[in-house]
């Protein structure tokens, strides 16, 4: 943290975040201090500096060095020399290049490599056992990668909340269709709460479990008294429990 500061805390606590940021871009802690010094005083000797800062004037000079070849000071003829800051806007401005050029050089060097360098491949699929706290967030991912249909089978109330059918109802705006079977029990549970189902629905007397299957499939159960979930992307389970629903539609 910058220490005995005079600036306002405000934008202490802004520019806190931006110092791991800026050690990419070869930057210490130091020297960002000392520019911001300078930036709320307007100009500063390097004695003024050490003084302000509690730092060795070797340092304030390494830094004042470095922040001058980065094009964020400038140094008068005076003597002593005083040392300025060069616009905020425009340090930013070329700070952003160079961290964007630094990454882009990752990018095109270094992640390569690293990919030959790889020992196997990533897993061309993948199947999560999830808690209960997990699956509202697994059943909305389902949701998101629906692409032209969504077949949703429902037997655990506990799954419908206030979004659920929101979800449904903006699948449909954007032309996926959607067919839906619920169990009794469901469909009692959505008539108190008031609750219409608009779309292509059937009704069962009861099921295994409930699902939910667009271009990846979540089978949801109960394992005692709490809900437990199977989450894949594999085409081969999609495409099973796709042949299942049609099997309970179908009956």
Known sequence: ?????????????EVEPLLKLL??????????????RLLNSGGLTAKELSVMTGLPQSKVYESLSKLIEKGWVMKSSDRPSIFYPVNIAEVWNETKHEISKKMEEVETKVIPLLERA????PPLFRIFLLNEGKIQYYIEKVFSKASKEVLIAISHKEIINDEFFEKISSLKDKGAKIW?????????????????VRENYKIADEM???GIISDEIILIFKNGNQLNALWSDHNYFVELGKIYFEHLWSH
């Not at 943290?1 to 606590?13: H, Y």
């Not at 050690?23 to 911001?36: A, F, N, S, T």
């Not at 469901?186 to 108190?192: A, H, M, Q, R, T």
């Open 23 to 36: 050690k990419v871009y070869g930057m210490k802690k130091r020297d960002i201090e000392i520019y911001l």
């Open 118 to 121: 790889s020992v196997g491949s």
């Open 1 to 13: 943290m910058i220490e005995n500061s005079n600036l306002p805390q405000f934008i202490i606590s």
């Open 180 to 196: 839906m079977i619920i169990t009794k029990g469901v469909y009692e549970f959505l008539k108190d709460k008031n609750i219409m």
């Open 208 to 210: 295994f479990g409930s």
